[in-house]
């Protein structure tokens, strides 16, 4: 009796859920997909309810939604109007197995739930025998910790695609640069194949296991039919990649570097901003070091040694770092450039540099050496400020002291020539308050203007912005020589002849315009600005006492 009941209950709720689904009804366009495929579910709700969306929860334990569109109809046949409002969902399976899209609840409304059978890639029956898949390559089968592993991810197809999304590869534990990117044909079993590959560089973190997960791209196949709404000539193809787990092997305790760096090739190179055949007392050349890695990032590399050799003073400039990517990876470099001022005469040896590093090649501790420089510094040894305190000169056992009587002329030398000196700058002021205005043509009329450039010059070289300090050094050599207005700095060397602006024309040319371009080492360019505007300051110092006794005629 119980047993009859219950199936008569059944019996009596039957019509009234088949009565439900009419209303809320989902369909699929197929029931069998491969792991790599995807499906479009059709929700329709024909009830005359409105507002709100079903809830997908459920939906997305065993299946990603990659798209959701909702449309909005109305229409008439054979006299008839009719009203719904419709889903349509791109899902792709997450696992394989027979899973099921679960029944869909709205506005009191609920679907049917639909059986899906999801199988291995291209084992489905109806496959298109594996029209696109992806393939995950690795170039070595272990590595050691900070090393670089390429990991190249490959898409291949025999039917045409378009939007193509690809996933960006994150591995934790581990930095990841993408390095290359690349589109070719290849031949599988006598069947060409389009390739898209995409080329990462991996630098794992530390040792241990290291898992590529598996990579998802999404893309549609197919001619897209502008009419359609939902583009039925079309299909969206999940692709999906298998992970893969490589050994990460610690830094081998027999190696003996200061630093730990595992790298497919290591150089150091050195380099100078002029002939160093020519070194002189005083006179400022920069010495650039750089170091290059093939498979390690610039980051990795450490700083070279710092300099100190008596008789040298250095002004080292901040280091650059690059970077250089390429279908074999990243190789790093590090320059360091330094102004070298010897402030005596001799013969010099800079020590020689080592760097210790792993050959991931050979598998073995290799070191890459920089032979010791040796030059030679002429000139005389830079003046030093030797005089006592208090001005008082210093006099040997055996000079005499002055007399009285040369006392006596000495001071009246003096004398004479304070009051010389007084009459010249007189007969100066006198001639500047009779100049009609400053725009006139003087020696000293740009003399307000000259000063701001030369400060404008100076903060320039501070900066150590090349382009700035070339700007910077025009607009000083306008405001110097009005006459060279509107001309080049190439132009006006001919008229400046002065040996610290021809270095610092050469020095900035070497950074702006040269192939490859020079970095620029800020403290030498501080130098050669320090001693233009010494320089060219005596000299008009030196040339307006020559030309102020004219004044007496």
């Not at 074999?328 to 020590?351: C, F, N, W």
């Not at 010059?457 to 300090?469: F, H, R, T, Y």
């Not at 000083?476 to 002849?497: C, F």
């Amino acid at each position: 009796m119980p047993a009859l009941l219950l199936c008569l209950l059944f019996a009596l709720t039957l019509p009234t859920a088949a009565r439900a689904s009419d209303l809320l009804n989902a369909t699929v366009d197929r029931n069998e997909i491969g792991i790599d495929e995807t499906l479009n579910l059709r929700l329709r709700y024909s009830g005359t309810e409105s507002g709100g969306q079903p809830d997908f929860e459920l939906l997305e334990q065993d299946f990603d939604i990659l798209s959701r569109q909702q449309s909005n109809q109305y229409r008439v046949i054979n006299g008839r109007a009719e009203s719904f409002v419709e889903w349509m969902l791109v899902l792709a399976p997450k696992r394989e197995g027979n899973l099921f899209i679960p029944s869909m609840h709205y506005h009191g409304e609920v679907s049917d739930a639909i059986p899906i059978a999801v199988s291995e890639p291209g084992s489905r029956p109806d496959a298109p025998n594996r029209q696109a898949f992806l393939e995950v390559e690795l170039d070595k089968d272990r590595v050691f910790v900070q090393e670089q592993l390429l990991v190249k991810v490959r898409l291949y197809t025999t039917i045409g695609l378009h939007d193509i999304a690809t996933e960006a590869l994150q591995v934790p534990g581990a930095h990841v640069e993408k390095v290359d990117e690349q589109r070719y044909e290849r031949r599988i079993n006598g069947v060409g194949h389009a390739v898209y590959e995409l080329t990462y560089a991996i630098f794992p973190e530390s040792s241990g296991q290291l898992t590529i997960p598996a990579l998802n791209y999404v893309a549609v196949a197919g001619r897209r039919d502008p009419f359609s709404l939902f583009n039925r000539n079309t299909q969206r193809l999940r692709l999906r990649s298998e992970p893969q787990t490589i050994e990460v092997n610690p830094k081998p305790n027999t190696y003996t570097g200061t630093h730990w760096l595992p790298a497919a090739s290591l150089g150091i190179v050195q380099s100078w901003s002029q002939d160093p055949d020519t070194f002189t007392v005083g006179e400022p050349i920069t010495r650039i070091l750089t170091l290059r890695a093939e498979g390690l990032r610039a980051a990795q590399l450490p700083p070279l040694p710092q300099l100190s050799v008596d008789g040298l003073k250095t002004y080292p400039d901040q280091p650059q770092q690059d970077d250089q990517v390429s279908t074999g990876g990243i190789t790093g470099s590090r320059i360091e450039t330094t102004a070298i001022v010897a402030t005596k005469p001799g013969d010099y040896q800079l020590p020689p540099i080592t760097i210790t590093w792993w050959d991931t090649k050979t598998g073995r501790q290799r070191a890459t050496q920089l032979p010791a420089f040796r030059f030679t510094v002429t000139g005389s040894a830079a003046a030093t400020n030797t005089a006592p305190a208090d001005g008082q000169i210093s006099l040997s056992p055996g000079q005499p002291k002055a007399s009285t009587q040369d006392q006596f002329w000495r001071n009246l030398a003096v004398t004479a020539v304070a009051t010389h000196l007084l009459w010249i700058f007189y007969f100066w002021w006198y001639r500047r308050q009779l100049a009609p205005s400053p725009a006139e043509s003087s020696p000293l009329r740009g003399k307000s203007n000259s000063s701001k450039q030369a400060d404008n010059l100076v903060k320039a070289a501070e900066s150590g912005d090349a382009a700035l300090v070339q700007q910077a050094l025009q607009s000083w050599v306008w405001a110097h020589w009005p006459n060279l207005a509107g001309k080049s700095i190439n132009e006006t060397r001919k008229v400046v002849r002065i040996e610290e602006f021809d270095k610092l024309h050469n020095l900035l040319n070497s950074t702006l315009y040269a192939q490859p371009p020079q970095p620029l080492n800020r403290q030498q360019v501080q130098i050669l600005v320090s001693r233009l505007l010494k320089t060219n300051k005596d000299a008009h110092q030196h040339q307006e006492k020559r030309e102020l006794p004219e004044l007496f005629g």
